[in-house]
């Protein structure tokens, strides 16, 4: 039976890994295409040719791409455990977070991870506030979506694993256990749930590859 | 259905950038009614990202009242409203809160599914609506800032780049009457306020986007011939007068 479902992703690529994600947690049979970011495939060229990026997730041959907009897709192409309220109210106020965290927090602390001196000392600023929003945000809850995993929990997840590693690479500390106890209890609950980390990349892995860029930016200087 | 709205008061280059310390009294007496009243929009006159606003109501025929902000000197209500990005626009439904454009957009299409709808009722299509309004706001706004902001080389470049997205939808668009077919919707909504900015783009750039991209001249045609449009987008003369303005406050020639 050919499979409906292929993602087009690179492993240690969170905003692929937010797709599968989403995908696991529907129970949705997909099938994964690797690729090389360096080096990318004609087929993910034609299926993304105006930002040439991963993850392209591809239904009965048809293409979607950008993260955010596939996971919108999943949830409306797939009912079970829905990754969205039903009030359109609190469904603004997701993609709103879920935005908030594209647009600002992750490229702060993305940014906070591989940039020096002043510049870094700016991106960890507003990297902070970032995350005290968030902290703020998540007051009362177990997940950003409630009682269960939602869209912009899905979204948050390379500040439950990637942060973590990238913390490490470049010798900063940002997400601070005295200041977002809500944030690190929320990452707790959110590496219990079997989908996440079945298809979450090893830490080892990601620690070894984000070295390996380092080295390549250092010696480059 | 009679739609009843408080027209804009348009902020001419002439008014003071600091408005009287009066205002600020009369708007926090305002602020407990406008909590709790229906609908209003906090928006600016001259935002493409409010028309987008304005324009999705105007569409589903849906009342609210419309305030214009002092950018300059933010209102308390807005600063509560937004207290994350601080900005316009934002959309208070019953003093609940939505903020950026295209979530408000999706958000009256949600509230009020019963008429003219926005999106398409198929998933793929919706994603793919979804994906090029998406693109407008990640590209036409920067894109069109740096026209008239830059000079020189750096301004041949932003040229370039603007062309270069003209070029993108206007492929999307094809020989259809909307981007999403036969129905007005998203994208055509996300991109038409960007319209009005066009001659201010062509007398501070010499880009002419009817040359670079002819398609798109008819659907504009099209699209202002629609009330709700016709009514949001400001005279691109008054847009124009603004952009020169903002240039002089920036000491930008």
């Known amino acids: 039976m050919a499979v409906e479902v292929k993602v087009f992703r690179s492993w240690g690529n969170p905003f692929s890994y937010r797709v599968e994600l989403a995908l696991r947690l529907k129970g949705v049979a997909y099938e994964h295409i690797e690729e090389d970011l360096s080096n990318k495939s004609t087929l993910l060229l034609d299926y993304n040719p105006v930002h040439k990026k991963v993850p392209v997730l591809l239904h009965h041959g048809k293409p979607i791409a950008e993260s955010l907009l596939i996971l919108e897709y999943i949830e409306e192409t797939w009912q079970e455990n829905p990754i969205l309220p039903k009030d359109p109210r609190e469904r603004a106020v997701a993609r709103f977070w879920c935005r908030f965290l594209d647009d600002k927090c992750l490229v702060a602390l993305w940014m906070s991870c591989w940039t020096e001196g002043e510049t870094q000392q700016n991106f960890m600023e507003q990297a902070k506030e970032c995350l005290h929003l968030l902290e703020e945000e998540l007051k009362g809850k177990k997940f950003f979506g409630g009682d269960s995993i939602g869209m912009v929990d899905i979204a948050a997840s390379s500040i439950a694993h990637w942060l973590g590693v990238l913390e490490e690479v470049a010798g900063i500390s940002l997400l601070d256990e005295e200041k977002y106890p809500n944030l690190c209890k929320w990452t707790e609950e959110f590496l219990k749930s079997d989908a996440v980390m079945e298809c979450l990349p090893k830490r080892a892995n990601l620690l070894a590859l984000f070295q390996t860029r380092k080295q390549a930016i250092s010696s480059v200087k | 259905m009679p739609l009843r709205v408080k027209a804009p008061r348009p902020l001419l280059p002439t008014e003071p950038i600091s408005p009287p310390a009066t205002k600020h009294r009369e708007r926090s007496i305002w602020m407990a009614e406008g909590e709790n009243k229906g609908l209003v929009l906090l928006d600016f006159w001259v935002s493409p990202f409010g028309q987008r606003c304005r324009i999705a109501l105007a569409e589903k025929g849906v009342e609210y009242e419309y305030r214009e902000e002092n950018l300059r000197d933010k209102s308390p209500l807005l600063l509560k409203s937004n207290p994350v990005h601080k900005k316009i626009p ?112 062509e007398a501070c750039a010499n880009l002419s986007a009817e040359k670079e991209a002819p398609k798109l001249v008819p659907w504009v045609k099209r699209c202002r011939e629609r009330e709700s449009v016709s009514k949001s987008l400001p005279d691109p003369l008054k847009v124009y007068e603004f952009v020169c303005f903002l240039k002089k406050v920036y000491g930008i020639e």
């Open chain 2, 90 to 201: 934002v959309l208070i439904d019953h003093g609940r809160p939505v903020c950026e454009s295209l979530n408000i957009v999706q958000y009256i299409d949600e509230k009020w599914p019963d008429r003219a709808p926005l999106l398409p009722a198929d998933s793929y299509a919706r994603a793919q609506a979804r994906f090029w309004a998406d693109l407008v706001d990640k590209k036409m706004y920067e894109s069109g800032t740096k026209l008239w902001k830059l000079k020189g080389e750096a301004q041949e470049e932003a040229k370039k780049e603007f062309i270069e997205i003209l070029k993108l939808l206007e492929g999307e668009l094809g020989d259809k009457k909307y981007f999403g077919g036969d129905t007005f919707g998203l994208v055509d909504i996300a991109l038409v306020p960007f319209t009005a900015w066009f001659y201010s783009y």
